[in-house]
Every structure is written in C-alpha cells, then in structure tokens.
C-alpha cells in the first residue's frame, strides 16, 4: 500500500481511499488463518496464466507437505527461488488459476507498481508458523 495524500492509497495498483479512523471488523477467524514458513522446491513456468507468474513448489515441513502455488514474484528468477524460505497462508482453501490448482498463498511486501518483495525468514525451519 502506498499513501497518496488526501487519504488515498494504492493498493494492488489501483488507487483507493483509505479510511485510518474505521476500526477493522477482526472476527475469530482471522486467527484462524494458518501462516507459515515454507521451502521452495521447484519453480516451473506458467505461460497459461494472465499476468507473469511462476508455478511454485514449496515444503512446508512435515506435518503439511508439499503445496503447490502460483505467484505473480517474476522479479525473482527461478534459480533465486529455488532452495529459498517464504511465507504462506497455508489454509484458503485451494483456488483455479488457469487449470493451475493453487493451494497456497505466497505473502509478500507490495510496492505501488504491484511489485511484490519476499520477506526474509533465513535461519527459520520449514513448517515452522508465523506469529
């Protein structure tokens, strides 16, 4: 999200207005979201998809495995990725990204450009949850 003045903020490339004096409606579950740290494995191309993405790989440690995403992270090329610790929503659900069964959430910093910047997790093991 990018502050724009007069109480407009870019998020995900579109400029919206923010509201900092509304206070979020948080339920129970928000907490329920189970965000963890995971290993990329593998990297493959995904030309089916619309915006540039890669299809994803990632081990989450053993007691959840292996999962399979795609993520719009194009600024980091397959060999910067592979062997690397992100950060995933392990438990949306799964969702069709053209024919692509994705099964996770990749978390990212976003500029306003909708780059998207891995955060670092190094020294952490794979499965470990984020607090």
């Not at 494995?41 to 440690?61: C, H, I, M, N, Y």
Request: charged share 25%.
């Amino acid at each position: 999200m990018t502050d724009l003045g007069s109480g407009q903020v870019r998020r995900y490339g579109r400029a919206v207005t923010a509201d900092r004096q509304r206070k979020p409606d948080i339920g129970a579950a928000f907490f329920d979201v189970d965000i963890r740290v995971g290993r990329v494995v593998s990297v493959e191309d995904f030309p089916e998809a619309r915006q540039p993405a890669w299809k994803l790989t990632v081990d989450f440690g053993p007691e959840v495995g292996h999962l399979h995403t795609s993520a719009q992270i194009t600024n980091y090329s397959a060999q910067d990725l592979v062997d690397r610790l992100i950060i995933g929503a392990i438990n949306l659900g799964p969702k069709r990204i053209a024919g692509f069964r994705s099964e996770f959430l990749v978390l990212g910093a976003l500029e306003s450009d909708g780059t998207v910047h891995l955060l670092s997790v190094e020294g952490v093991e794979p499965g470990a949850p984020v607090a």
